[in-house]
């Protein structure tokens, strides 16, 4: 078994993604944390809310008049609904729908029994063990989408794996789609930081795969973030009315820093949260009736200390198993979780916190989940080692979610004909035809001998995490793209180049 | 705010533990992870593997005698029960039961909804930041007694925090008791290595609580383990004969590396754990009905590149889930799990494999979790700085086990009469009067802005608890110990000692 085993690690070539699952298709029970009871007074709650003090629609007179239309209270940019009402309308959303990848065989369920995890989404800053924090740029995002779509445990790219901070605010969102486009083939997301660049986003997808197939399927959404407490500005609205009104899907995210954007207690904040993506949820489905729209969630509890957000506490990891619950009944997916850390570094911290937020977005059932990778420093930073160590234990919490078989040969009956009370294992054949499937593989872990470890260079994970990322860039090979799509996709953004300004903020 | 909360940390003397619950009740449901027929296949198993194969005990003649009184089927030194007579014979087996410690705040509850946490038991090695790997000596142990004591998430201290392995092996029992009685005044656990340190366990607690206390509590256990696959050894019955012979507890745990000793298919190694487990109790209970007997399980992945165990993996994670489910079907408290990793470091590697194993320890609702803070290296090496950094997170975990209240105050329907829409929750009365309870405050956990970090001289996680565990041992007092009752410990101790020669074997 060695020797066989020793010849796969010295061949250092990674096995392709693509013999992976796609995306993760959960067949474990849902860990239902929360009684009926409090479940009921959540929703009770977000209805209240809704109908008794209502949501603000700012900057966008298009949204206020949808909601007239559909009869909602609207007083001056507040919209208020009667108890229910916002959860009728979210009916039409799909509990379940297909983001279609370029490569087909990575094209992702969403929804349902279904898991997707993507990377981090947003930090200005990166961090490597040896060149240190740094802000972003367009190499560092080419790095990071040259890593992550080797990654079998990463489903779905996200789309600002880190800010390119070096490349115009006006202009970035053309520069990293390009990068997504070229150097990777799963599904990723589009911009929203304005109405034009989700135009940008949505039209370079009819350049990609063709205006029908555009009109059709779902190939791209926005991840927008309400400012909670209950305001939605026209990000949000804009991108709905971009993305939606085209078939594309919605991802909306109230972020709540508890005792800051919503009430310092856990529940209370759960609930506001519910409220604003319900009522983000029935915007869409006024839309367009049937517009793909995950329901998203981003609860963080505070440092007593300092008042700074703090990460993987126990008070999200409740929340990211009830919100899980509260999504399933409202019968819509759930983005939720990630693996968060309020850690500078990949130590022990990062990985303590990571993994406690993640293993409970993994239990609550998390349909679509961003900042699955990578993400450290509350957010502000990238990790280089962080994006592999992650993805590594996101291969473990598949092997999780895939359950425990409890058939004839996982009972083994016939291991006892073969060994003795007191005997051993290893060599009996039960063994050696099941030991090359049954335990998952962890790349970054190690479990050699204390002297085999030494004797390697007694390196830790965030440096055995270094080389790996640093092997995964040098052994890169783009997935094919066809050169005529290359050629317009290229077109299409050099062409909006020279129409956009270059604007720094 | 903030400078209520600065003048909290510079004063760095610990809040006394005493104010911390004894141990954990848990107020959230169970995550039943297999399902009812899976749950039915491996009792069956179980019970196929004691009718059909049936377990050796070898190495004891009482014990053989034992099982022939009560009717089994006694062959050589190969014992078998008809299916289901093993499970009758654990109905004797206190469902619940206390653990008094001599200050009797901190005496425990093992079983039902209670989860007690103690640290690692057994590695021959230490390792600090600064210090390295070496042997452990007995003034680490009193270092970890120290240290463990002051812990509010520790609630049992174990035995063996690490092994004294400059003091002869005939006498470190005696040396470790004593400093788990000078040092400590939580629950502890006793020697089994032999009858005769199991006996000095039993007759040192007689000295310490007086011979009636010990008649009528348990105050004392011994935690053994069967030699997987279906062999009990002398160690484990003569201990059984030792402690529940005399009403104190035994905790017997099968400790299984899938495809050494056990089959690699999980579900088969959980089955036999079952019956070899199953078996130990029901030979407590012939011992004497009604003795507090602990369901042990301790299953380990391997490394399909050298054959090595793995910790922290999902097999694990998921045995541990299930045998929770399957102790409360037989009604007996149970041992499993830990914080628990393969990695040589405090690292991110330990850090993430702990936590995976710890949270389904804690889900799992293992009522008494030995290797709960400490363990690196497979359990070969305790860590100064894993000690403190586990106990953190299992604050998290006993914040987690407490519950989300979704109560008039939780749901905070006032707060939204002071904040308006986009407003913030900062300084309104709801969030003032609850901030001070409202989230775990992780003592290890930074959260600082990068710039204040960076100031305080850029500290991983490791670094940090290396300074905490210094400090609990800087600030250590010894909790009140009666003079005459120490001198009776300590005469005890000195004339065993005397007793007993120097063996290093």
């Not at 604003?276 to 949820?281: D, P, R, W």
């Amino acid at each position: 078994m060695g020797s066989r085993r020793r010849a796969r690690r010295d061949n250092k070539r990674e096995r392709p993604s693509c013999v992976a699952p796609a995306y993760v298709k959960r067949q474990i029970p849902y860990y239902e944390f929360l009684d009926e009871e409090g479940l009921v007074k959540l929703e009770q709650q977000a209805d209240w809310l809704i109908q008794e003090i209502g949501l603000e629609f700012r900057g966008d007179e298009e949204a206020l008049r949808i909601w007239r239309a559909a009869g909602a209270d609207v007083s001056g940019t507040r919209v208020k609904l009667p108890s229910g009402a916002a959860r009728e309308l979210c009916r039409t959303a799909p509990s379940q729908f297909t983001q279609l990848a370029r490569n087909p065989q990575k094209s992702v369920e969403i929804g349902g029994t279904s898991q997707v995890f993507a990377p981090v989404y947003g930090p200005p800053f990166v961090r490597d063990i040896e060149g240190g924090r740094r802000y972003g740029t367009i190499k560092d995002h080419e790095n990071m989408v040259k890593i992550c779509t080797q990654l079998p445990s990463l489903h779905h790219m996200g789309l600002v794996i880190c800010e390119p901070c070096d490349v115009p605010v006006s202009k970035r969102h053309l520069d990293m789609l390009y990068n997504q486009i070229r150097y990777n083939d799963k599904p990723f997301l589009g911009a929203i930081i304005n109405r034009s660049c989700a135009q940008d986003s949505v039209d370079l997808m009819r350049v990609l795969f063709g205006p029908d197939v555009v009109d059709q399927h779902c190939v791209i959404m926005g991840n927008v973030n309400t400012n909670s407490p209950l305001l939605v500005d026209k990000v949000v609205t804009e991108a709905a009315r971009v993305y939606c009104a085209a078939g594309q899907g919605l991802v909306a995210v109230p972020f709540i820093l508890g005792g800051a954007m919503g009430p310092v207690t856990t529940a209370a904040s759960i609930a506001q949260a519910l409220a604003e993506a319900m009522m983000v949820c029935a915007f869409t489905q006024l839309v367009r009736p049937g517009a793909p729209f995950i329901l998203g969630n981003f609860l963080s509890s505070m440092s007593l200390k300092s008042g700074a957000p703090t990460f993987g506490m126990p008070e999200p990891v409740m929340s990211n198993l009830i919100i899980g619950q509260l999504a399933r009944r409202l019968n819509v997916p759930l983005r939720c979780g990630g693996a968060l850390t309020a850690s500078k570094l990949p130590d022990a911290q990062s990985a303590a916190e990571s993994a406690d937020s993640m293993l409970s977005t993994v239990l609550g059932g998390a349909n679509f989940v961003l900042h699955a990778a990578g993400w450290l420093e509350g957010g502000l930073v990238t990790g280089y080692e962080k994006l592999v160590q992650d993805a590594d234990r996101l291969g473990a919490y598949q092997v999780l979610l895939s359950g425990l078989p409890v058939d004839e040969n996982a009972l083994a009956r016939s291991a006892y004909g073969e060994v003795e009370p007191s005997g051993h294992f290893l060599g009996c054949s039960h063994t050696l035809s099941n030991y090359e499937t049954v335990y998952y593989d962890a790349k970054l872990s190690d479990s050699e001998s204390f002297e085999q470890w030494e004797d390697r260079g007694s390196k830790d994970s965030a440096r055995r995490a270094y080389e790996r990322w640093n092997r995964l860039i040098n052994e890169f090979e783009a997935p094919a793209l066809d050169p005529a799509t290359h050629e317009a996709v290229s077109a299409f953004i050099e062409r909006r180049k020279r129409e956009l300004p270059d604007a720094w903020y």
